[in-house]
């Protein structure tokens, strides 16, 4: 190798000016740090700006309490379902040929492109006291719209892309070779699933449940349309925030928004993990 090519092979792909390297690197960290770490460092300081003692009452008063347990309440009901409908979408889309197949794979996107709050306002015109079924639901005791179900039928519908858009193309990517094996063993359709199919899988069937959980713990738009803000029954934490941020409460507005950006942390930091996981067995996969 001659040392112009030994030269360009050091210099990478790219042939920008050290420079301009450099520039670009400075922006893209200037603006990470103006648009994701500023406001973290913000909602932290203004969440202790008080004292210790403010913070711990925030968090512990009546109101804030309910709006957190409603929080996981919805979570460990929306995130299940996407959990199964997730899996269930990718096996089908991934594994089988089946007419309406693009259709499918479209619907599932839908959450994407539609806005959280016309998601919200089409629950209430089927579910609402004036809506397409609204009166036979209020004849018969039935609470959807301003009561949990209603949230967590909001946050279902906009979180249930996350655990299949994250299989799909992982689930394509292996194909059905080691499924056909295992069934020409002898295996049932279940055994090929539990024994093959899930732990080729699992890293990726994680990654998408943490986003779906936490997409589903910050979910502001849908659930706002649908909750009615009856305060200490059906205002999650987002919802909570932004009442006390109205009544001019800070102290406990960022208190609250502290606890939802250590959730986007610890995120992040399991994301990482997942992500390193996942990228080492797959390589090694491919290796052999």
Not at 61 to 75: D, F, P, S
Not at 239 to 251: K, Q, S
Request: proline residues 4%; positive net charge.
């Amino acid at each position: 190798m001659s040392r112009k090519d030994e030269a360009a092979r050091r210099a990478g792909p790219t042939s920008e000016a050290p420079w301009l390297r450099r520039l670009l690197i400075a922006v893209a960290i200037g603006f990470m740090l103006l648009t994701l770490v500023l406001p973290l460092v913000l909602v932290f300081s203004e969440a202790f700006r008080k004292g210790l003692d403010v913070f711990v009452a925030a968090l512990g008063e009546r109101n804030a309490l309910a709006a957190i347990r409603l929080t996981l309440l919805v979570a460990a009901i929306a995130v299940p379902l996407n959990l199964v409908f997730g899996v269930a979408a990718a096996w089908a889309i991934a594994k089988f040929e089946f007419k309406g197949k693009a259709f499918l794979t479209t619907l599932i996107d839908l959450p994407f492109s539609v806005s959280p709050v016309v998601a919200g306002l089409v629950y209430v015109l089927l579910f609402g006291a004036h809506g397409l079924i609204g009166p036979w639901l209020q004849a018969n005791n039935i609470e959807i719209i301003f009561a949990v179900p209603g949230i967590v039928l909001a946050t279902i519908f906009v979180t249930f892309p996350f655990v299949a858009r994250e299989l799909i193309p992982l689930m394509q990517d292996q194909g059905s070779g080691d499924e056909e094996a295992a069934l020409s063993l002898g295996a049932s359709g279940w055994q090929a699933f539990w024994r093959v199919t899930l732990p080729n899988i699992k890293w990726g069937l994680l990654y998408g449940v943490l986003l779906c959980n936490a997409r589903a713990m910050g979910e502001f738009g849908a659930v706002a349309v649908v909750s009615g803000h009856i305060r200490g029954k059906t205002t999650t934490m987002p919802l909570h925030i932004e009442i006390l941020y109205n009544e001019y409460n800070f102290a406990g507005a960022f208190a609250v928004a502290t606890l939802l950006a250590l959730l986007a942390l610890v995120t992040l930091l399991i994301k990482t993990i997942l992500e390193f996981r996942f990228g080492r067995e797959l390589a090694a996969t491919r290796k052999h």
